[in-house]
């Protein structure tokens, strides 16, 4: 029978990828692999590219790459996935063929709703990216880079914070499309990289991010990423005078995209630029998306290659303050690309050879021993690292019965570092001194090395769907281990499946474990909503409270009542009095609607006495509705003056006078809460989930104290020449700063 080669390639990647298990996120028409972010799959096309690698092609080529087989056992696997597929009913298939009818989406300008203040963006590029806050100021103010709308996930419900937009410019000055670069750190999340960074959908992928100085037709710099392209131009274009340079962003490595620019340049000016400057990243992905320039030669135009001297990219370069570049020419990125291959298949383990039907025999029984000896090594490693993590917990349960310790733990969570609840109490338990904590990447990412023989702390990375089947002796096999007859009895429904969450084991540091200097700890620090300690206007205030009110009706469904003259009376009648008096407030619960429950407050205190007492009563309702309902009241009590505190640290608020009310308070409670530590192990966990959700609320919609609003824009239209302004007028504020009499 002949072989259908065409309906081979039709067998779609993504229900490939369902069929194996491999985990994925959705990114509109396309899909990116959770293990290699590098990897991302076309619907619209059924291809892949593999960037990082230089790779591209259909399922069959996508199995060769994934999972290392010779492309005879690729055929293999991609044949019984095919019979697989093409035994599932049409509405099983129909999933994989509405995502195509989906990608008909154009891109539009139009309906891309941005934010009106820019400061989330502006802080993520300064204290994160390193960029001259001047700088990041006027392209801002240019509408060069524009500030997203916070989005809901929609698995998670979490908001997650504005994204920057990179505009992408067609020649007539229409937005044609956009990069969207997240702002939110959080390695746990976003894996490697830490943030989220991908491709509006609909966008021209004939162009990329681009702007010009000058008439921008000399000269034509290819980046891989809008921040790349930045970068370089704050270091490299301070005199940007007669250079008519054009910069583009490719948002990966396609060269056909370089082609596109060149095409337009031709046709806009009359003739190619005089020199076109490959500058992609310094690793081997960066080596191979120049490499086609080496043959890619036009009449009246120079190719050559720059990398920075600092780092993987420019924008590791950026914040090394090294404005230092190294130029190759293409017969030097030639030989480099060479070297860099040579090194990555020595660095790979040798496979066997497969000549005879005598070495295969001798070749499988030493593939299987290997792979074995492998699991062993992992399931070891697994058994110690789960060994410290259970050291740890019993560590911090330990800590539960003295207050000085609970409060140096909350203190902890009050820096509003984004790790779950328990990997927070993983951190804490393993280093009570822990401050900034991150993955030893995420601190080189930033110019920072972790000390040699330093030992880190492990805790649970993001969770990964695994399949397994269930054998009918009740053992359990993962899918990637099974036999091809084990799934087969899997498909057919003769052996049970089931998928299962697993929490890879992972090292972070903590900064005192690094070279890091003290100039390094602001760019570390998480950025706090509003600092009360040292920013006491009232509009802040005030914009501090009404966000945590809204937090209250919003994610509690409580009714803030806060200027009504009776409640004092209420008070007076329902709540002991105090050593000050009548009580501030009270949370109150209609028996009729107990999920909605009500927050009482004076309507006669201080902005700042509201804030404290919002924030107390806001504990107690979170708690009070997470708690099992036989906890006695004052657990309850204990555990939202925790919440409160943990809040108020956030913001700035320093407990002060009432500090020791709570250490007496948590004295007097602890004994009580040490009592039901064995039957509700989850109350310090409860108090670190409530607590950080507030203080993730403020952090979202809060930036210097001011509320992140939002509004619909039309496109603005800008000029290619903004960045070429702003960087003048950074340029010639910072010499006015440094220029003065010589002596």
């Known amino acids: ?160 914070k504005p994204a920057i937009l990179f505009p992408w410019h067609d020649e007539n000055d229409q937005v044609v499309g956009l990069d969207q670069q997240g702002t939110e750190v959080n390695f746990e999340k976003y894996g490697k990289r830490g943030t989220q960074k991908k491709v509006a959908a609909g966008s021209d992928t004939r162009y990329g991010y681009n702007f010009r100085t000058g008439n921008g037709a000399d000269q034509l710099i290819v980046f891989e990423s809008p921040i790349d392209a930045l970068s370089y131009a704050q270091m490299h274009f301070t005199e940007p005078t007669n250079k008519n340079t054009t910069f583009l962003s490719l948002s990966g490595t396609d060269h056909q995209k370089v082609l596109s620019q060149l095409d337009r340049m031709k046709q806009l000016n009359g003739h190619l630029p005089k020199q076109l400057v490959m500058a992609t990243d310094n690793d081997l992905a960066g080596f191979k998306a120049a490499a086609p320039f080496d043959m890619l030669q036009f009449e009246g135009m120079t190719n050559i290659r720059q990398i920075p001297t600092q780092g993987k990219d420019w924008n590791d370069q950026l914040k090394a303050h090294d404005p230092a570049i190294k130029t190759l020419t293409m017969d030097e990125n030639q030989q480099q690309l060479a070297a860099l291959k040579t090194f990555t298949q020595q660095a790979k383990p040798a496979t066997v050879a497969k000549a005879t039907t005598d070495d295969k025999q001798v070749a499988q029984p030493q593939r299987v021993a290997r792979q074995q000896r492998r699991e062993e090594r992992k399931g070891k490693s697994r058994e110690r690292n789960e060994e410290i993590i259970k050291d740890a917990l019993t560590r911090v349960q330990n800590y539960q019965n003295d207050p000085k310790e609970v409060q140096q733990y909350l203190d902890f969570v009050a820096q509003g570092q984004n790790y779950s609840p328990r990997n927070t109490l993983l951190i804490y338990g393993q280093r009570q001194d822990a401050t900034i904590v991150m993955g030893y990447k995420q601190f080189a990412e930033r110019g920072i090395q972790v000390n040699k023989g330093e030992k880190g702390m492990k805790i649970y990375g993001a969770p990964k769907n695994l399949q397994s089947i269930v054998t009918p002796a009740g053992d359990r096999v993962y899918w990637r281990d099974s036999t091809a007859e084990q799934r087969q009895q899997a498909k057919d429904g003769d052996l049970e499946t089931r998928t299962v969450k697993h929490y890879p084991i992972e090292t972070v540091f903590d900064v005192k474990q690094t070279n890091a200097k003290l100039d390094d700890l602001p ?126 640290k956030n913001v700035g608020v320093e407990p002060g006078d009432i500090s020791e009310k709570y250490m007496s308070d948590w004295t007097n409670h602890l004994k ?31 930036s210097d104290g001011q509320q992140i609003t939002h509004t619909r824009r039309a496109a603005p239209n800008i000029q290619p020449t903004a960045v070429q302004l702003a960087t003048n007028q950074v340029i010639q504020d910072q010499t006015n700063e440094t220029r003065g009499p010589k002596r």
């Open 672 to 702: 009580e809460f040490s009592g039901l530590k064995e039957k509700s192990p989850n109350l310090i966990t409860d108090v670190t989930r409530a607590s950080t959700s507030i203080t993730n609320y403020l952090a979202d919609r809060l």
């Open 1 to 160: 029978m002949a072989i259908n080669r065409a309906a081979m390639k039709a067998l779609p990647i993504q229900g490939y990828l369902d069929y194996k298990g491999i985990d994925y996120t959705t990114e509109h028409n396309r899909l990116r692999l959770v293990d290699h972010d590098s990897c991302v799959i076309n619907t619209d096309k059924n291809v892949f590219f593999w960037n990082s690698k230089q790779i591209s092609g259909d399922l069959g080529d996508f199995i060769t790459a994934y999972e290392d087989v010779t492309p005879k056992e690729a055929w293999v696997r991609w044949s019984e996935f095919g019979r697989h597929y093409n035994g599932q009913d049409e509405t099983e298939k129909a999933k994989y063929q509405a995502s195509a009818r989906e990608n008909n989406y154009k891109f539009n300008w139009q309906r891309w709703r941005t934010a009106q203040t820019k400061n989330n963006s502006e802080n993520y590029l300064v204290n994160e990216r390193g960029f001259d806050a001047t700088f990041v100021q006027r392209l801002a103010n240019a509408d060069f880079i524009k500030q997203g709308k916070p989005r809901q996930d929609r698995q998670t419900k979490e908001w997650q």
């Open 523 to 648: 760019k570390l620090l998480p950025n706090k909503p509003v600092n009360l300690a040292t920013d006491q206007s009232p509009e802040h205030l005030e914009t501090v409270y009404q966000t945590l009110k809204k937090y209250a009706q919003d994610e509690q469904r409580a009714r803030v009542v806060d200027q009504d003259q009776g409640a004092i009376k209420f008070l007076a009648d329902h709540k002991p009095m105090t050593s000050h008096g009548i009580a501030k407030g009270v949370t109150a619960i209609n028996r009729q609607k107990p999920d909605e429950p009500i927050i009482i407050l004076r309507p006669d205190l201080p902005v700042t006495d509201r804030i404290a007492t919002l924030a107390h009563e806001m504990g107690h309702t979170a708690l009070h509705q997470q708690s099992d309902a036989k906890t006695p009241n004052g657990v309850q009590e204990l555990q939202a003056e925790m919440t409160s505190y943990v809040v108020l």
